[in-house]
């Protein structure tokens, strides 16, 4: 590979394990929370209802949210290190391919 690129797959993967597998690890934790109801729409008395109904309907349309972005975010951080996988197998080939027809990697792309 050409001077100053260098990846390292298990690197990345460690990046993806850290920083978007440990969100979606929070973020559920925050959906548990949330879905943890303390009071009904009945607990707002009868002036209320309405708006604690809708207060309800809100907090269980944030919890599928939160179910989701915590799914998205572990999704990512698989297909990060996927990815990282097939840009190092794809770069090594380029080399390889460029060497094995007499090129120099490390000149620019000039024989």
């Known amino acids: 590979?050409?001077?100053g690129f260098k990846a390292d797959p298990s690197v990345i993967r460690a990046y993806g394990d850290l920083v978007f597998n440990e969100a979606s690890t929070q973020v559920t934790a925050?959906?548990?929370s949330f879905s943890q109801r303390?009071?009904?729409g009945a607990d707002f008395g009868k002036s209320w209802h309405d708006e604690g109904g809708r207060f309800q309907n809100a907090m269980d349309l944030?919890?599928?949210?939160?179910?989701?972005?915590a799914e998205h975010l572990?999704?990512?951080?698989?297909?990060l290190?996927?990815?990282s996988d097939l840009m190092i197998q794809a770069d090594s080939s380029?080399?390889?391919s460029v060497t094995a027809s007499g090129g120099d990697v490390n000149a620019g792309g000039e024989k």
């Open 94 to 96: 380029a080399a390889t």
């Open 38 to 40: 303390l009071s009904s």
């Open 30 to 32: 925050i959906q548990e």
């Open 62 to 69: 944030i919890v599928d949210d939160l179910g989701k972005l």
């Open 81 to 83: 290190g996927q990815t």
């Open 74 to 79: 572990a999704t990512i951080g698989t297909q």
């Open 1 to 3: 590979m050409p001077d």
